[in-house]
């Protein structure tokens, strides 16, 4: 074996990711301390929208990890193998993030204040036509169960890939033998991707995010908030492979996969702003006041600097820094470029989020970072454990030397 193939936790990383989740706690109570605890509503709504903004975003985020893995196992593709248990590591921070996202829901919607979730006053829904016609999606008990399904079956399926992962790490395949292995995987990531289609390409963005503007609707939403979320899963996939193989991990990772990785990040951004545009254009363009009362506040109100910021960072930094063949090969570039749209892209949910609470202001946003930064720093403690529990290389999948061999 290897002396490189486990990782082992560099006590500076263990420090950083300790650090960030006191900055997170510290932040966390000092909001509390000035928000949570008041009796207004909306002084109160300042507080879990900050829980909320950040939970679903990085929960969503590490879930793209595991959608990465379906994806490209449905596609038999076997570049990816070289760098796939970092895909794996991130991952396991599903079922924690998906446990935290879970209480903070539940807090908001069963708490008693109905300023993020407008739906959840019954009295006010019986006397608000748009919010009556919903109801019968819109309400507490199917929020509450579709949540709980979403997050368990992320859990559960995500569990089950990386268990057929790892069952061959000590057992080389016959021929036989692979072509079994390879179809058990196809299944499971099928099943995977269909649970991720009626969740977060559907139904998830519209109880956790849509839902806080519940008289407007938008049928773009849902590929929006995946797009969003994806191109900083990629973003957060890429930080890794450069950490591990700039601390000498990872043999069989090269640049080739490195322009890849660089490649979906470019390829994404763009996706990303043709949804932007088209959502936004086409509820520009119908003129239709139910929908366009959403992009009033962002554009014509206080959140029109972060909304084109928004569109700055996450569109004309990617297209022109990492449209070159050789930036997608800078192990630095593409290092400065995933830091960037990591932001950036917390910075679209921010908009999907606080508007809908504080439309005459923008809040101040640094507890928000320093909370952020608190996930950031235990998605690093959690993926850096699971890093060191198992091999970093999948020896003996049958499709490692396609990823060996791989250029681009």
Not at 303 to 326: A, C, Q, S
């Amino acid at each position: 074996m290897a002396t490189k193939d486990f990782f082992e936790i560099p006590k500076r990383y263990n420090s950083i990711s300790i650090v960030l989740m006191l900055v997170g706690i510290l932040s966390l109570i000092i909001l509390f301390l000035t928000h949570g605890t008041s009796s207004d509503d909306h002084e109160n709504a300042r507080f879990w929208g900050s829980l909320l903004t950040n939970s679903v975003y990085f929960l969503l985020v590490v879930n793209m990890a595991m959608f990465f893995i379906c994806a490209t196992t449905l596609a038999w593709g076997g570049w990816q193998l070289s760098f796939r248990r970092v895909t794996e590591a991130i991952s396991t921070c599903v079922p924690i993030l998906g446990v935290i996202t879970f209480v903070i829901l539940m807090a908001i919607v069963f708490g008693g204040n109905h300023a993020i979730y407008h739906w959840t006053d019954t009295e006010h829904v019986k006397h608000d036509a748009a919010l009556l016609h919903k109801e019968g999606f819109l309400n507490s008990t199917f929020y509450t169960v579709w949540t709980i399904i979403t997050i368990v079956g992320w859990w559960l399926l995500g569990r089950k890939m990386r268990q057929l992962s790892r069952s061959i790490d000590d057992q080389p395949l016959t021929v036989e033998e692979g072509k079994k292995y390879i179809w058990n995987n196809t299944v499971w990531a099928a099943i995977y991707i269909v649970l991720f289609s009626l969740t977060v390409l559907s139904s998830i963005p519209w109880f956790w995010l849509m839902s806080i503007d519940a008289h407007w609707y938008s049928t773009m939403f849902s590929w929006y908030t995946f797009a969003s979320a994806f191109v900083a899963g990629m973003a957060l996939i890429t930080l890794y492979v450069v950490f591990l193989k700039n601390n000498g991990y990872l043999p069989f990772t090269n640049q080739e996969h490195l322009h890849d990785l660089g490649k979906f990040m470019f390829a994404f951004s763009i996706f990303w702003t043709y949804l932007w545009f088209d959502q936004f254009m086409l509820i520009w363009y119908a003129n239709i006041p139910e929908e366009t009362t959403y992009f009033k506040p962002r554009i014509h109100g206080a959140y029109r600097g972060i909304f084109f910021l928004n569109l700055i960072i996450n569109f004309v930094g990617p297209l022109l820094i990492l449209m070159t063949r050789g930036a997608k090969r800078n192990y630095g570039t593409t290092t400065m470029m995933a830091v960037l749209i990591i932001f950036g892209h917390w910075l679209d949910f921010y908009q999907m989020v606080f508007p809908g609470l504080s439309k005459e202001h923008v809040p101040n946003m640094a507890l928000d970072l320093g909370i952020g930064l608190g996930f950031i720093g235990l998605i690093m403690f959690v993926t850096g454990r699971s890093l060191a529990k198992h091999p970093l290389t999948a020896r003996n999948h049958p499709f490692l030397k396609e990823s060996i061999i791989h250029h681009t």
